[in-house]
C-alpha cells in the first residue's frame, strides 16, 4: 500500500511575542513571519533529509480566510519557492485545512500515513470548526463541497476564550490557559460557583454569539472588589463556568444539526477542539445520541494551525496543482464554499 511519510512538521509559535500584547497584532505577526518563514523552510529540509534524486514537486498554501498581511508572506514565499524550483502550487483554504485534518490526523499518528481516502457512505458530514477567528457548522457533502449551516455572529469561540483569559490576567493564547486552570480547580473542588449565559443556545437555527457571553463575564468580573477578581477561587470559577458555556453551546448546536442532516459523520476541527473537556463530552454525547455516527477528531497536537494539515489538504486535491504562480492571490474573507 502507498503511503505518506511525513519527514518534518515544524511550527514556529508566536505566542511569546503575543503574550506581551494579549493578542494577535497583524503588523507584528507579519514580521515575524517574514523573519521567521524561510529559516523555518531551511531547518524543515535539514530535516527530512532529501536523499539524491529527490526533490520537492510541489507546494501548498493557506490563502486564506485569515489575517491579509500573513497570508500574503505565506502566498509570495510559496509563488517564490514555485518560480525558483519550477514546480507546480496548490492554494489551500484554512478552514478545509481543519476539517481534513479531522478526517485523516487522528491522535495517534504514525510516521507514514495511509493514502486519504473518502468514500460515499461517509456522507453528509456535519462539520465544527473552531478557532480564533472562526466558529462555523458546514455541511460536508463530499470533498470540495461545503454548505455554511451557521456561523458566530460576532466573536469566535477561541477568541471568546483569549479575551476572558486577557481580563483574567491569564497567559496567552488563553484557551489552554483556561483549560489549565479549570483542571487545577478540579483537582481543589473549588466552591464559587458563576453562572454565565449560553448564548442562542436554544434558537431553531445554527448560528453562535460569543460577545455576549464575553460581556457577562466582564460585567460579573467589574461587580467583585479588587481583592475577589485576583483570588485564584474567583479565576478559577470564571474559566470553569466560561469552558462549559461555550462547550454546552458548541456541543448542544452540533448535535441538532448532526439529527437534523441525518449525518453519517460528525467532524471536529480548529484550535479550540485541543480542549480536553470539550473532546470529552462530545465523545460522550455522540456515543450515547448518535451512535450510528462517525465522530472524527483530530490528534490534539493537529487541532491548532499546523503545517501538516495544510500537506495533506493539498494531496486530497492533487488535481488542482498550479503553474500559474502569478495569478493566485490571497482572500482574507475566502468562504469554504467557494472553489478555490
Ligand atoms: O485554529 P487555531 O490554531 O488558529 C486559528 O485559526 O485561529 O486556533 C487558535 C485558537 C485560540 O483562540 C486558542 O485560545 C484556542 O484556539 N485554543 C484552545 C485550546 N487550545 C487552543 N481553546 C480552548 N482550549 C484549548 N486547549
Ligand atoms: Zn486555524
Redesign the pocket.
Known amino acids: 500500500m502507498i503511503k505518506i511519510k511525513v519527514l518534518s512538521n515544524l511550527i514556529s509559535s508566536q505566542t511569546k511575542i503575543h503574550k506581551k500584547y494579549g493578542g494577535v497584532y497583524p503588523a507584528l505577526a507579519r514580521r515575524e513571519h517574514q523573519k521567521n518563514l524561510p529559516l523555518l523552510f531551511e531547518k524543515a529540509k535539514k530535516e527530512a533529509k532529501l536523499k539524491k534524486g529527490e526533490r520537492i514537486n510541489l507546494v501548498a498554501v493557506t490563502i486564506g480566510p485569515g489575517l491579509s498581511p500573513c497570508l500574503w508572506v505565506g502566498t509570495n514565499f510559496a509563488k517564490e519557492t514555485s518560480q525558483k524550483l519550477n514546480i507546480p502550487i496548490i492554494p489551500i483554504n ?1 478552514i478545509e485545512g ?1 476539517i481534513i485534518a479531522s478526517w485523516f490526523l487522528p491522535q495517534k499518528l504514525r510516521l507514514s500515513l495511509p493514502l486519504p481516502k473518502f468514500k460515499a457512505k461517509m456522507f453528509p458530514a456535519i462539520c465544527l470548526v473552531v ?2 477567528g472562526h466558529t462555523q457548522l458546514v455541511l460536508m457533502k463530499k470533498l470540495g463541497q461545503y454548505k455554511i449551516l451557521g456561523e458566530t455572529r460576532d466573536d469566535a469561540a477561541g477568541e471568546c476564550f483569549d479575551k476572558i483569559g486577557r481580563m483574567l490576567g491569564l497567559d496567552y493564547p488563553g484557551g489552554p490557559a483556561i483549560e489549565a486552570e479549570v483542571i487545577k480547580a478540579k483537582s481543589k473542588k473549588t466552591k464559587l460557583k458563576i453562572d454565565f449565559p449560553r448564548p442562542m443556545i436554544h434558537q431553531k437555527n445554527y448560528d453562535f454569539s460569543f460577545s455576549g457571553l464575553k460581556t457577562a463575564a466582564l460585567y460579573n468580573y467589574k461587580d467583585q472588589k479588587p481583592k475577589v477578581r485576583k483570588s485564584k477561587e474567583y479565576i478559577q470559577a470564571v474559566c470553569i463556568e466560561i469552558q462549559q458555556a461555550i462547550i454546552d453551546v458548541l456541543l448542544n448546536k452540533t448535535i441538532r444539526a448532526a439529527k437534523d442532516y441525518k449525518v453519517k459523520t460528525i467532524v471536529l476541527g ?2 479550540v477542539t485541543a480542549n480536553k473537556e470539550l473532546r470529552k463530552q462530545f465523545k460522550i454525547k455522540v456515543k450515547k445520541e448518535l451512535p450510528r455516527v462517525q465522530y472524527n477528531i483530530p490528534g490534539v497536537k493537529y487541532c ?2 499546523n503545517a501538516l494539515m495544510i500537506a495533506i489538504t493539498a494531496y486530497c486535491h492533487k488535481n488542482k496543482a498550479r503553474k500559474d504562480w502569478k495569478k493566485i492571490e490571497v482572500d482574507a474573507n475566502l468562504s469554504i464554499e467557494n472553489e478555490i
Open positions: 484554512h481543519h478557532s480564533g480548529g484550535g491548532t494551525d
